[in-house]
């Protein structure tokens, strides 16, 4: 029986069996498993896109990672992971849109911020990577955006260019990433990709 005067829980559990603290994240709680089985769950623009399935955080991963290699060709492995596992605190915290985020203020971005560090000490990446990185992953996520917005979500292309921008790199593979897949599908792809990259970076390291 639980204690009226108990402090209220702030950690998941996961299928993993994992106890994550959503305010003080360790990473020795975070597996790839949970967050790709997560993030293939969580709908991107509130589930307002079209077609029989949802198109999830973890599809939306993929692309943007895609999308950073087709800015910069040259760009490591490691980077690359930074890349995919950008928005990977949703796979506890959801995916809020924009507007909404606006809305709460700093506490969701910080709770943000804590989980998206371990996630990356987690996976032997920097904590907090450097700022030519970070514009560069916020460039491929707004073309991601770009094209979500014009192909799925019902945006005008005059619109969705005055929201996100005119996107800057283009993929020869955007209509195979952009269709929306069941989320056993896209987990499986999120957890390819991520291993296929982690195998690149031990190969650099080696």
Known sequence: MTSR????????RMLSGRRLDLLDPSPLDIEIEDIAHGLARVARWNGQTRGPHIFSVAQHSVLVEHLAIA???ELPPTARLVALLHDAPEYVIGDIISPFKTVIGDAYKDVESRLLSAI?????LPAKPGP?????IKTADRAAAFMEATHLAGFAYAEAERFFGRPEASIRELESLI???PSDKAEDLFI??????????????N
């Not at 005067?5 to 998941?12: D, G, L, S, T």
């Not at 030519?132 to 560069?136: F, M, P, Q």
Request: glycine share 2%.
């Open 120 to 124: 990356h000490l987690r996976f032997s």
């Open 5 to 12: 005067n108990a402090p209220p829980r702030a950690w998941q």
């Open 71 to 73: 800015l910069d060709p």
């Open 192 to 205: 390819m990709r991520f291993r296929a990259i982690e195998a690149e970076a031990r190969g650099d390291a």
């Open 179 to 181: 269709a929306p897949m």
């Open 132 to 136: 030519a990185l970070v514009k560069l």
